[in-house]
Structure formats: C-alpha cells, structure tokens
C-alpha cells in the first residue's frame, strides 16, 4: 500500500473510532477545542457528547415504545408493537424466575430495562458505519460514534451500577456481619485461612464489573472495527462481505444484552442468598 493510502486509512478508522469528547482527554484529544491550551483549561474530565447522547436517545426510545404499547394493550387482538413487547417481557420473566432464587420486585423491572435498553444501543451497529459520521459532518460535527456500547465508559458505568446494587443487597440482606463473614469464610470455613479467603473473594467481587463491562465493550468494539475494515473495501466487496456479516451480527447484539442481563441476574441472585 502507498504511503498516502496508509495515511488515508489510519485516518479513516481513527476518525470512525473517535468520539465526540467535550474537555480534555489525553487518548482523543480535544474534539471541541482548538487547541492544547484551551482543552487544558476546560478541564481534565471529559465527556464523550456522542456517548451520552445516544444512550439517552436509546433509553428514551424504550421508555416511549413500553409506555405507546401499555397504553394501547388490548385483551383482543394484540398488534405487532404489544406482541413483541410482551414476547420480551415474558422471556424476561421466566429468566428471572429460573435465574433469580430471593424475593425481590425490583429484579425483573431491572432485568428487562438492562436487556432493552443494552439491545438498543447495541442495535446501532447495523445501520453503515459511515452514515452517522457523513451525515453529522455536514451539521458541522466532526466525530460522531452512534454505537455507545463500543465506549468502554458506557459499559463501565453500567457494570458500576450493576456492582453498586451487589454491594447494596449483600449488605442488605446479609448485615454487615453477614457479609463480612460470608467474605473470609469462604470457600475455606477456618480461621487460619481468613486472610487467603478475603483475598480470594475480593477479588472475585471486584472481577464481576470488569468483566461485565469488558466483555461488552470487546464484541461490540470488534465488530465495529470489522465494520469499518469492510467500509474500506471495493464497492463490489463491501456488498458481498457487509451484508452477511450484519446479519451474523444480528446474533452478536442479541447475544450480548442477554449475557450482560443473565449475568446481572445471577450476581444479584448471589447477593440474596445467605450463607
């Protein structure tokens, strides 16, 4: 490849995986500012606009298409919006019920929201990669990522929440006491083994965030770059390959709202039993 090839394709995929970031960030630069000086001065957080745009856009979304299909719900003959909003809720439902073994009302409100809501955001990926960017461009917006899911602060601020609400029900449910105990007694119930315990087990708690959040933001993201990498190829090629790859990732996006929603179920789930 010539060297101005190289320099329009690392541009290219740079620019699709650049978010629309307001204050400082010292991995993306300054979206919003004109220079080193005044990024400083913004600020050192910084906030990917584009992120936190399209996660509201899609949590708003769910809200309207539950609240058009509850206010429309018939006992006759359901229309299309009531039966998919149903199928969703009842598969949520009986995860739950199979998944989840405490009593909580809260879980399964939880549940579908997080499945929804992640379902959406992930569903972006199958409108052209370069739609979103051209069409924003001419609106005077240099970067625009529309798939929040390929933003590890997304994912991450999820995870910490659903991380939030474990550390919340075991304290709840077990007692200080409880939870302290359950962390250096297992998985060895000796007293001489407390300190391997307590190591064990924080770090197994601590691994569930991470691991929520990275596992997400891994297979959205790599599929975004293969998005991108199709994007680059023939006209002819693109149809041959794109096509296949997003209904492949039909599956991929589906898959992915389900294991961070089941997971999330099960962690809780943990959180309520007592040991």
């Known amino acids: ?14 620019h699709h995986l650049q978010n629309l970031t307001f204050g400082h960030h010292p991995v993306n630069g300054w979206s919003l500012a004109h220079s080193a ?18 996660s509201i856009a899609m949590g708003l979304l769910f809200i309207w298409l539950f609240r058009k299909a509850g206010k429309a719900a018939t006992t006759g003959v359901p229309g299309g919006l009531q039966n998919a909003v149903e199928m969703v ?25 997080l499945f929804v809501w992640i379902l959406f955001m992930n569903a972006l990926k199958i409108l052209p990669v370069d739609y979103g960017p051209v ?30 609400l474990i550390l919340y029900y075991n304290f709840k449910v077990k007692g200080v006491g409880g939870f302290a105990r359950e962390l250096s007694l297992t998985p060895f119930n000796h007293w001489a083994l407390i300190p391997f315990n307590l190591v064990l087990e924080i770090v197994s708690l601590l691994v569930k965030p991470f691991s929520l959040a990275m596992r997400l933001f891994g297979n959205m993201f790599a599929g975004e770059v293969i998005f991108i990498l199709i994007a680059m190829l023939p006209f002819w090629a693109i149809w041959i390959l794109d096509v296949p790859w997003a209904i492949f990732h039909i599956l991929v996006v589906t898959l992915q709202a389900f294991i961070f929603t089941v997971l999330t179920v099960v962690y809780l789930s ?3 039993e007592h040991h």
């Open 89 to 113: 809720v009842e598969f949520i439902e009986n995860l739950t019920r199979s998944t989840f073994h405490g009593r909580n009302p809260h879980i399964a409100p939880l549940a579908l929201t």
């Open 135 to 164: 069409l924003f461009s001419k609106l005077g917006v240099d970067y625009m990522k529309i798939v929040p899911t390929t933003d590890v602060n997304a994912t991450l601020g999820m995870a910490l929440g659903v991380f939030g």
């Open 37 to 54: 000086e005044e990024a400083v001065e913004m600020g050192f957080w910084a906030i990917h606009l584009d992120t936190m745009g399209w």
């Open 270 to 272: 943990a959180a309520h």
């Open 1 to 14: 490849m010539a060297a101005g090839n190289e320099v329009s394709t690392t541009y290219y995929i740079q």
